[in-house]
């Protein structure tokens, strides 16, 4: 019986993303611990949705979830401390948050590119959220702005990339402020989901805190003795468990939820809206 030829087509992996395996491997041996959540977002959605119909600018809500974490962060500094040596950690005082963010390569290629806010816990919603528009149309540097030594190191043949990666870990485990300019102390990454529903997404703990942002849905809740549609986000929250441990982590996620449902900062961002354009009369 002769065989059906397969059907198919060859295409190119962007170079921003050859090598997210190694990556990854960077992160894999980490310790990490879980907590799976559901935040009632209806405030935050609920106001981007008004900024945007008010300003014509759409906000983004994944810059809403870092500027709470670098809040809550920031009132537990301990979170995002990092391991020096097997006696010492390292607390540092400012939040930064890395924050991969979808660009477009040209030719339909996308690519998450990594940025990092530095400062987060300094700065408003609005300052994170038009920090993360300016990057989003700046040029995309080759690479995606990683030093040209670590790409190759990264895309050489096995097995230097798992050397590379074991060296890294060394020098980070002696120098945490290394690991920290490169990727930030905590941070965000948003998954999402398609279609209708939720989703939680896991991932391995990078940075000390790190949020999963998954799907979004509108179920009932009870609000006031009252049953009503609330946006409900499905959240995961990952912890290094070598720093962080069951209690500090359940009093911190606690916080973190307390900041996002309450729409901590956005009465500031309407402040700060700028003024619709008047009416003409005709």
Known sequence: MPKTPLSYRVVEIPPARRNTHNYLDLYWWKHSIYALLEVDVTAARQFIEEYEAQTGEALSFTGYLAYCLGRAVDEDKSVQAYPKGRKHLVIFDDVDVFLPVERELGGGAHAAIPYIIRGANNKSYLEIHREIRGFQTQPVQPGGGM????????????????????????????????????????????????????????????????????????????????????????????????????????????????????????EEARRDAPAPPPVRAD
Not at 231 to 256: E, I, Q, Y
């Open 147 to 266: 030093p040209a030594a670590f790409r190759i190191m990264m895309s050489a043949p096995w097995p230097l990339p798992r050397l590379f990666i074991r060296l890294i870990r060394a020098v980070s485990r002696r120098d945490p402020t290394r690991s920290v300019t490169a990727a930030g102390t905590v941070g965000v990454t948003a998954l999402g989901m398609a279609g209708r529903g939720g989703g939680w997404g896991l991932a391995p703990a990078g940075q000390s805190v790190l949020l999963i942002v998954g799907g979004i849905a509108r179920k009932p809740a009870v609000i006031d003795e009252r049953v009503e549609p609330r946006h409900m986000l499905d959240l995961t929250v990952a912890f290094d468990h070598d720093v962080v441990d069951g209690a500090p982590a359940a009093r911190f996620v606690k916080r973190l939820v307390e900041l996002i449902e309450s729409g901590y900062g956005l």
